[in-house]
């Protein structure tokens, strides 16, 4: 790989181009090793960018964020994407490999509301913005009197859109906010246990093409080993439940010492029926204790979570 350039393709949102800028940093580090010269970041307009008005289920689907950028990494435009893990399909697109996974930033969800109020807090009927069934179905396990709406954009737009009293509180990632350096405004912090993330929350994946041989050695460099387990867990529950995005599911993989805790839920398809599952198992299976927690969430929701 002697004096070669590296492109990194990513959205161009500000939250976007810092975790590319991230992923820049950790590929420096090995640049020498690999004969690497310059490493540069590309600024992709996604259709998930370019339509704010509607779910993404009704233009899509999830890979609106990841498919433009995939595209250009099978045409050899670019020679790295860096994702936002949560905003791509569970299967994998021909040709590519997502192996590579930097270490997860906080997976917890937050709440901003007007008048800095807690959840508990809030006025019955208040209007709760998300894009996420499954943030909505979780608020309503907490405060059935709450009335959610949806919200798209970018993080600022989303603040701006509640502080143009549209909403009167919004759910949003820790992990985009601290970026973002708007801690300030944060009114609540959930556990992952009260609500529980989807799959991958707070996780930059770097892909790459399948026969890049050069490429996949040094994103072996940069791939954070306990990040990586924990995602495989979580992503295979996923692939067991072959849903889309608009399926309710939330998964949360954390290792202590040996051992993968891994905790799932899933909601029927208008959120009245919830099921949960809570277990460990040792980290070397952290793929087959995604995959048998898939089955048992499967079987026990009989597809309720379906079309």
Do not use: W
């Not at 906080?106 to 709440?111: A, F, G, H, N, S």
């Not at 820790?174 to 009114?187: H, R």
């Not at 399926?247 to 839920?265: C, H, P, R, Y």
Request: charged share 30%; glycine share 6%.
């Amino acid at each position: 790989m002697k004096n070669r350039k590296i492109i990194i393709g990513s959205r161009g949102s500000k939250l976007a181009l810092i975790y590319a800028e991230k992923a820049r940093e950790k590929i420096l580090k090995h640049s020498k090793d690999f004969g690497i010269e310059e490493v540069i970041i590309k600024e992709i307009v996604t259709k998930g960018d370019q339509v704010q008005d509607k779910r993404l289920s009704e233009v899509g689907g999830k890979g609106l964020f990841s498919k433009t950028i995939e595209v250009e990494l099978l045409e050899e435009k670019i020679d790295i994407a860096a994702h936002a893990l949560k905003d791509m399909p569970s299967e994998e697109t021909k040709g590519l490999l997502t192996d590579c996974f930097l270490e997860r930033n906080d997976p917890r969800e937050i709440l901003i509301s007007k008048d800095n109020k807690h959840l508990k807090d809030l006025a019955s009927n208040s209007i709760i913005g998300t894009s996420s069934f499954r943030r909505e179905f979780q608020i309503k396990k907490i405060r059935d009197d709450l009335d959610c709406k949806l919200i798209r954009g970018n993080v600022d737009t989303r603040i701006r859109k509640l502080n143009e009293n549209l909403y009167d509180a919004i759910i949003l990632s820790y992990a985009g906010i601290d970026a973002l350096g708007l801690n300030q405004n944060i009114s609540q912090t959930f556990s992952t246990a009260e609500v529980i993330p989807c799959a991958g929350q707070g996780v930059i994946a770097l892909q790459c093409r399948n026969n890049d041989e050069d490429l996949i050695e040094l994103l072996k460099q940069v791939d954070h080993q306990s990040t990586h387990s924990s995602i495989k867990a979580e992503r295979n529950v996923l692939k067991v439940l072959e849903g889309d995005c608009e399926t309710a599911v939330g998964a949360f993989a954390s290792i202590e010492g040996n051992k993968i805790n891994l905790e799932v839920e899933l909601f029927s398809l208008d959120g009245s029926k919830r099921f949960h599952l809570k277990t460990s198992e040792s980290v070397d299976k952290a793929e087959e204790l995604g995959i048998e927690m898939g089955k048992t969430l499967k079987k026990m929701s009989n597809n309720s979570y379906k079309k």
